[in-house]
């Protein structure tokens, strides 16, 4: 098919050009929307922080996936974003960013996609994906969620105690059934194994029991942590995985599906990917499907947020005379910058430059001898709302301005928060700079 042609093309390109953003594209749409804005006589809201979503970079990073990783079909994690081609079967995990148009576009891609509530598998049934794409991945689940999957016919679901089997076999007796394991997270931005995972002396017994209250396991899952950083994990995961294949085995069970879960990040994709394929392939027969829950992967680098200066303090060195100041965005920790508190990310502020300046300026602070300071806030009264503790720009910035930030897409705004009567629904514009992803969204 043209997309099969499309995709073999764009894996080549990637291969030897590496996957770069085409930046003058999220650029020209920032300048945009930014210059249209009347600030003397804009309504309240009208000038609020956006987004600028590049749905071509979420195909691109779908091609480096199948390129590393041909075996794993990625489900999206809560809307992590999948995308197949062919008879690609990835699953995504929906949780990091449920972007409707994200969810559209993998599921467009023929991925799957990985759910942790009612909402999210909502909204992905309403996409109009099969409840077969689906896999319920919260091994604690609610009760009223789990007789919803079973009405939807959303069978696949994970586990990692006896308590939860005991309601399974009570609300969804024919759901089809992966055992969590827990893996070494230490490593890893966001720790999952403390909180989930059944630990390697405990499988035996949860095979036992679900054998003896007539469930079906199917498989087996794992996740090394979100934003995780050595890719040894992954290697002794799968081992610990084809362990509690052999047990389940040895009940009767036909294992016939291994979710290798999320924790891949952009920047170490390529090693993590190498050695999980390298694990696969010596502990798993081919007759294994195996699937993942990338979320962060596919959609951090496809979203950039402009977020616009509302009010400014100047300092004034005593002594020196040296004038640095404090910037206040309309958008802080309990907004899109929620990713700070909860993911442990530490964005980095960029001025966008609009007018006859060169806009989409490059960071400018050199070192901290360079420049002016600046500490940048965000606009509730809560002290801990600090986008950034000193930066520097070589130019004054003042109210109105506008800054940037790259890489925003996962984790940001779907844990953001209305407190002090913050809007927290703000603006996506969509761009994409891929014509495949342009083509599959009918965009122009
Ligand atoms: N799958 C599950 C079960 C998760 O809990 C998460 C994140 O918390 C994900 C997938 C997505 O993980 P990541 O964004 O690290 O790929």
Not at 5 to 17: A, G, L, R, T
Not at 304 to 318: D, G, K, Q, V
Not at 414 to 432: E, L, P
Request: charged share 20%.
């Amino acid at each position: 098919t043209s997309l099969d042609s499309y995709y073999d093309e764009k894996c080549s390109y990637i291969e030897h050009h590496g996957a770069n953003i085409p930046k003058h594209i999220i650029g020209a749409a920032l300048k945009k929307r930014v210059e249209s804005i009347d600030y003397e006589a804009c309504e309240p809201g009208d000038e609020d922080t956006f987004f600028v979503a590049d749905l071509g970079e979420v195909y691109r990073q779908h091609m480096r996936w199948k390129l590393n990783l041909p075996r794993v079909k990625p489900f999206y994690g809560e809307f992590c974003l999948s995308w197949g081609f062919s008879q690609a079967n990835v699953t995504s995990a929906v949780k990091c960013n449920p972007d409707a148009q994200v969810i559209r576009l993998l599921s467009e891609l023929g991925t799957g996609f990985d759910c942790a509530s009612k909402a999210e598998i909502e909204q992905v049934l309403k996409t109009g994906v099969d409840p077969s794409r689906i896999i319920y991945a919260q091994p604690c689940k609610t009760n009223s969620y789990v007789r919803y999957a079973a009405s939807q016919g959303v069978k696949q679901m994970t586990f990692d105690n006896a308590d939860e089997l005991y309601k399974v076999k009570k609300l969804f007796p024919g759901a089809e059934l992966f055992l969590r394991i827990s893996t070494d997270d230490s490593t890893s931005l966001c720790r999952l194994s403390l909180k989930f995972g059944a630990a390697m002396d405990s499988t035996n017994g949860l095979l036992s029991l679900a054998k003896e209250l007539g469930l079906n396991v199917v498989g087996v899952s794992f996740h090394v942590g979100s934003g995780a950083s050595d890719p040894n994990v992954f290697l002794k995961a799968v081992q610990d995985a084809r362990v509690v294949f052999n047990q389940a085995e040895s009940y009767g069970f036909h294992m016939r599906t291994l979710d290798v879960g999320g924790g891949f990040s952009s920047d170490t994709f390529e090693s993590m990917a190498a050695v999980l394929s390298d694990a696969l392939d010596e502990y798993m027969p081919s007759s294994v499907s195996i699937i993942g829950e990338p979320g962060r992967y596919y959609v951090s680098s496809a979203f950039t947020l402009a977020t616009h200066i509302i009010a400014r303090r100047t300092i004034e060195n005593p002594e020196t005379s040296e004038k640095s100041y404090m910037v206040y965005l309309n958008d802080g920790l309990y907004g899109n910058f929620s990713s700070i508190m909860f993911d442990h990310q530490n964005p980095v502020a960029q001025v966008l430059r609009t007018g006859n300046r060169t806009y989409f300026d490059t960071f400018a602070a050199r070192d901290s001898h360079h420049g002016i300071e600046y500490s940048i806030w965000g606009p509730t009264c809560d002290g801990i709302d600090r986008i950034a503790d000193s930066i520097r720009f070589d130019h004054t910035l003042d109210v109105g301005d506008w800054l940037y930030f790259e890489d925003m897409g996962a984790y940001t705004k779907c844990s953001a928060t209305r407190f002090n009567g913050f809007n927290d629904a703000h603006d996506v514009i969509y761009v994409a700079s891929e014509p495949g992803a342009r083509a599959l969204l009918g965009m122009k």
